[in-house]
Every structure is written in C-alpha cells, then in structure tokens.
C-alpha cells in the first residue's frame, strides 16, 4: 500500500480526521462553559476558565519542541497513534470530573498528548509530498483542523440536548477506536536515515537535540518565521478561544446559539482560506521563490480590517464579516507555515523546527487567552480585539523584508 501512487494522499486522509479531532475534542470546551458551571461553580468566573483554557496552551506549547524533537529522530507513526490514544483517552476522562481542579489537571494532560502530534503529522505530511502539491496536501489536512473547530462549537448544543457529559464520553471513544485503526494503515516516511542499529546513550541523545536547535537556532532567517508565526497566533488564538464568547456578548445571544455561528463561520472561511492559499501557493512558487511567503502576506493583510469589524462591530453584518475575513485570511496565513519553513530548512530538521514554531505561537495564545478572559471582566474584550491588529503588521513587514529563500525545497543544513 505504501509504494501505490495515492498512498501519500491517503495519508492525508488519514491525517485529516486526526487533526479534525485534536481541534475538536480542545475547542468544544470553550461553548460548554454554560452548561458545565451549573455542576462545577469555579466555571462561573471568566477568569477561571481563561486559566482552564490557558494551562492546555502553556502545556502544549512547552512540549511542542520536545516533541518535534522526537519526531526527527524517532518513527512519527507511533508518536501519532499514541498522541491520539492517549489525547482521547483525555477526553473521555473529563466527562467524570467533578471539580475545578480536575478538570484543569487533565486539561494539563491533553496539552502534554496533543503537543505530539502536529509536529510529527505535518513533516510526514511534507516528506510524501515533496513537489508540487506540498501546500495544497497541507492545505487539505488543515481543513480538518477547521472543521474540527466548527464541529466544537456545537458542543454547547450537545450538552443542551443530552449533556456536557455524555458529550466528552462520545467523542473521546471516538478517538481511542480511531487510533487503533491508523495503527494498521498509516506507515512511516523519512526522507533521511537515522541508523538505529547502534547503541546509544541518553547523553548522544540529548547531543544530537542540541546539534538540531543549534542548526535551527543560528539560521537568521528561522528567528524570523518564529516571530511571523507567532504574532498572527494572538488574533489566531483569541477568535479560537474567546470569538463564541464576543459573537455572545456582541449579538446578545444565548451560547447555544452563539457558539456554533462562531466556530462554523471561522472555520468555512478558514476551509476556502485553506484551499485557495494551498493552490495558489503551489502555483505561485513555481514562477517566484516567495510565492509561498506572498501567499501569507495576503492572507494576514485580511486579518487587519478584520479584527477592527470584530472589536469595533456591533451589528450582525460587521460582526459575521470580520469572522469571515479573519477566517479567509488566517487560512491563506496558516496553510504556508510549513512549505515556507521547509524552503529555510531540511527534512532532518523539520519536526523541531515546527515544535519551536508551536512553542512560540502556543505561548501566545496562552498569553492572550489568560490577558482576554480578565479583559472580558473588565468590559474590554472588543476594544483589545481590534489592538491584535497591531501585531500582524509588524510581522507583514519583516516577512517581506527579511525572508528571501533560494530553494523551494531546501535538502541539505
């Protein structure tokens, strides 16, 4: 099955419904909130879930680049398997807790088991698409991502139908029978040999990490995709994890309501957003070696008039419009992440150099999410929405500025 000629599509079929359920089973958390304060009191304060949010971020973020690491050198498949096994596993778990502290003890875990996976998926992703179809096989797999943030808007609903219970029981089983089948189909890929025949120690181990963040770490132009890839995830996770709560606030609508409009509307933008920035990137780069970083400009430039209509907005058009221009946008932005990392850095490098870029960007989230769950206390949340606006700029102009790529596929450090 390997050696057929669809197989690397099929992996990112594969992969699709894994990132479909890693951005499910952390979104659908942010609508619950309603429903799950009615059994657990500490839930009422927007504070306290900003923490709940906040510590899957900070966890996740801190992992990220162990975990790249570890995709570079170890088999990427069982890494995924196990990611999502245990990540489900997670979910499944949260429909017993009963306290606040719990609940924030396995969310610390999810960040731990879902840090594992998108490092890996996508440097898989990129060793069986290493021509022209790189973007466009990213592109589809992070629709999965975006579907999965829509579905995990009808979490409220879920909840108010049966309850928020029964809503992790479900899709926690989910995962764990899910998991169990890509260990039958999915196979590993690399586009290097690490010679595994020899014994090693932890201190040669830990040696050839350090040898990989020197690599990356000394290369100028990885400090800034760092920053390019940080600063648009303080819009990015803002709308992820406090959009439902504005569209609430804003709209004056009920969470039941208000969530699934939210996500769903984020995530189709951000499906097209997707799509359009795989395929044109693809095309692009062809013809221009920062074709792909061109792409992401675009995209972010969307981001702008955006985050002013959300945090300035007040009726239903302004509001539903800037969520479908962020989601446009960040998607033509997201998508070129890893083939724009992939034209600065070889395949040996990939894994870790992704879990820095998660580790900077998550660790922003984390800040942002904790820094807007006071702000909404305080009466602020669209005014500081509209501010994020300010970041993405600086980070269009370095982009343009700074990054000039000579290969489109970059072999060899």
């Not at 963040?213 to 920053?227: E, K, M, Q, R």
């Not at 981001?303 to 479908?324: D, M, N, Q, R, W």
């Amino acid at each position: 099955m390997k050696s057929h000629k669809l197989y690397p599509w099929f992996v990112v079929g594969m992969l699709w419904f894994v990132a479909l359920l890693n951005y499910l089973d952390r979104q659908m958390l942010s609508t619950m909130k309603p429903s799950m304060m009615i059994d657990i009191a500490e839930l009422v304060s927007a504070t306290n879930f900003g923490r709940l949010m906040a510590v899957f971020l900070w966890i996740y973020a801190l992992m990220s680049p162990i975990s790249g690491i570890i995709a570079d050198r170890l088999n990427r498949k069982w890494m995924i398997v196990g990611s999502l096994f245990v990540w489900s596993g997670v979910t499944l778990l949260m429909g017993y807790a009963k306290t606040f502290d719990q609940l924030y003890v396995l969310r610390a875990i999810m960040g731990v088991s879902e840090a594992f996976y998108i490092p890996a998926g996508l440097s898989l992703i990129a060793d069986y698409h290493q021509g022209k179809t790189r973007s466009l096989a990213i592109g589809i797999h992070t629709t999965g991502i975006y579907l999965g943030q829509a579905l995990g808007g009808f979490g409220a609903t879920v909840a108010d139908h049966f309850s928020w219970q029964m809503t992790f029981h479900s899709f926690g089983l989910l995962g764990v029978g899910y998991s169990l089948i890509l260990m039958f189909f999915l196979r590993e890929k690399k586009s290097y040999t690490i010679d595994l025949t020899k014994k090693t120690t932890i201190a040669n181990e830990f040696s050839m990490a350090f040898k990989g963040l020197g690599v990356l770490l000394g290369n100028i132009a990885f400090w800034v995709i760092l920053f390019y890839f940080s600063a648009p995830s303080l819009p990015g996770w803002a709308t992820k994890n406090w959009l439902p709560t504005l569209f609430s606030d804003t709209l004056h609508l009920p969470m039941a309501q208000a969530g699934p409009m939210a996500t769903i509307t984020m995530a189709m933008a951000s499906f097209a957003g997707v799509l359009i920035g795989g395929v044109l990137s693809d095309k692009w780069v062809q013809r221009n070696l920062k074709g792909r970083i061109y792409t992401g400009v675009i995209g972010l430039s969307l981001t702008i008039p955006a985050l002013i209509l959300l945090g300035y907005g007040h009726s239903f058009t302004t509001v539903l419009f800037g969520a479908l221009c962020f989601g446009l946008g960040f998607g033509m932005f997201d998508v070129n992440n890893m083939p724009i990392l992939c034209q600065f850095v070889s395949s040996r490098y990939r894994a870790t150099g992704y879990g820095l870029m998660n580790l900077v960007g998550i660790a922003s989230g984390a800040f942002i999410t904790n820094y807007l769950g006071k702000s909404i206390d305080a009466g602020n949340l669209g005014k500081n929405f509209a501010m994020l606006g300010i970041v993405v700029v600086i980070a269009i102009i370095l982009q343009l500025t700074l990054l000039k790529p000579k290969y489109i596929n970059k072999t060899e450090d």
